[in-house]
């Protein structure tokens, strides 16, 4: 159960495992995490699907271990997981990658993936105990990509501190501070939070945003207060002065504005989360291309969440309807949830994406990148229903 002490997945390092089939990720793993995390065999292929572990490891924090399938997996099968080690790649905030028997062509292929990507990587000889002539691997693994990798062997656990150190040595910077508020609030700030209790929050429990940005509010010591909808005049009339944030659910933005205190600003938590985990400015310029669309335009509507369609789903339901009703039925509106993502952008004149609080940045800025490598407008769905109700200009982040 994931309480406000919690440090959600998305918010979490994400260290991944990368080598060849039987070249020990299961067991270093195990060994650095200090018990089992993932399955060990000496049957090749036996890690199918990443293998997401949460973990509290000293000096790195709160961070997530990926398990990843061999990625010289072969037949139809191993085709597909090879295509979901590329995907949890995406998610990737640092890479180990494991260098095991004699052609290393595939471990230096990945490691040029990464440097590509400008993602950290450690490279790592696995089974150092089982080595011959492990200095003679390590001359070869360094001329090869130009790094001294590092020698570690899961069974006597050398190197395991090495690899911490490597790990905390290349953990971004500002990876602990990441602020969903920014400079909008301080400490003593009145802050109002509008949250619509509809049927997509779940029973007894509020959504994940609204969690993590209650929490961020508590830390700075702001006022806080909430409220449903139907109920923003009674709590605005409670107050003894006008709240100097008030931070809504996108899809009541035009409720809201039009009836908060002229001094209030007003956000969203989806607009908070883009910022957050997207580039904001991008989905701001994005949103400009919303007004070119016309019935015979394409959209991509990507969600993260992979939870049952809802009726008046705001990604599913109200945008697409919101869309059709300016632009025709006929406009055509694509929708993928999870890490379903289209490696070809392309064909579609503009993407929206969720406020993506269930990933982390790292993958949220991959589908950003794909987006602007390929030339591809793309939003987010507040700042889209702020652009269609003509509030955007009028919206703080």
């Known amino acids: 159960m994931t309480t406000l002490n ?8 994400h260290i991944g495992f990368y080598g060849k089939r039987n070249a020990g990720k299961s067991s270093l793993i195990n060994a650095f995490a200090g018990h089992e995390v993932s399955i060990v065999s000496e049957v090749a292929g036996t890690t199918t699907d990443p293998v ?19 990625f010289d997996d072969i037949g139809e099968l191993g085709k597909i997981r090879v295509k979901k080690t590329e995907k949890a790649a995406e998610k990737t905030d640092i890479a180990v990658i494991l260098f095991s028997g004699d052609d290393i062509t595939l471990e230096c292929r990945w490691y040029e993936f990464f440097k590509d990507r400008k993602i950290p990587v450690v490279p790592v000889v696995s089974k150092a105990d089982m080595l011959i ?24 656990r050398s190197g395991l501190d090495e ?25 003593g700030d009145s802050v109002l939070l509008v949250m ?17 940005t209650i929490r961020e509010l508590l830390d700075k010591k702001c006022l ?29 933005f035009p409720f809201v504005y039009e009836n908060k205190p002229a001094e209030s600003m007003l956000t969203s938590f989806s607009v908070l989360f883009a910022g957050l985990k997207g580039d904001l400015s991008y989905y701001i310029e994005g949103a400009k291309a919303i007004d070119s669309l016309s019935e015979n335009s394409r959209v991509l509507i990507a969600e ?7 009726s008046e789903d705001i990604g599913r339901e109200k945008i697409p309807r919101m ?18 993502f289209p490696a070809d952008l392309t064909g579609y004149d503009l993407v929206i994406q969720c406020g993506g609080c269930m990933f982390n940045r790292k993958y949220i800025m991959s589908r950003t990148d794909r987006a602007k490598s390929q030339k591809v407008p793309m939003t987010n769905y507040g700042v889209t229903i702020a652009h269609l109700t003509g509030i955007l200009d009028k919206i703080n982040y």
């Open 304 to 310: 993260c969440c992979t939870h049952a369609p809802l």
């Open 163 to 187: 690899l911490k150190d490597e790990l905390i040595r290349l953990m971004p910077t500002d990876f602990d501070t990441p602020t969903i508020t920014g400079r909008l609030c301080s400490e």
């Open 224 to 252: 806080v207060s909430c409220c449903t909808t139907d109920k923003l005049t009674d709590a605005l009339g409670s107050l003894s002065k006008a709240p100097k944030l008030i931070i809504t659910d996108s899809q009541v």
């Open 196 to 212: 619509p209790q509809d049927i997509q929050a779940p029973k007894g429990r509020l959504i994940l945003p609204q969690v993590q």
């Open 52 to 70: 997401n572990k949460a973990m509290e490891i000293h000096g790195l924090g709160a961070c997530v271990l990926i398990d990843t399938a061999g």
């Open 6 to 13: 919690d440090t959600p997945s998305a918010n979490r390092l």
């Open 133 to 156: 002539n492990g200095a003679a691997y390590v001359f070869k693994v360094r001329n090869k990509i130009g790094v001294r990798p590092l020698q570690v062997s899961a069974v006597d």
């Open 323 to 340: 869309l059709r009703k300016r632009f025709g039925e006929k406009l055509r509106i694509d929708m993928v949830s999870g890490t379903d």
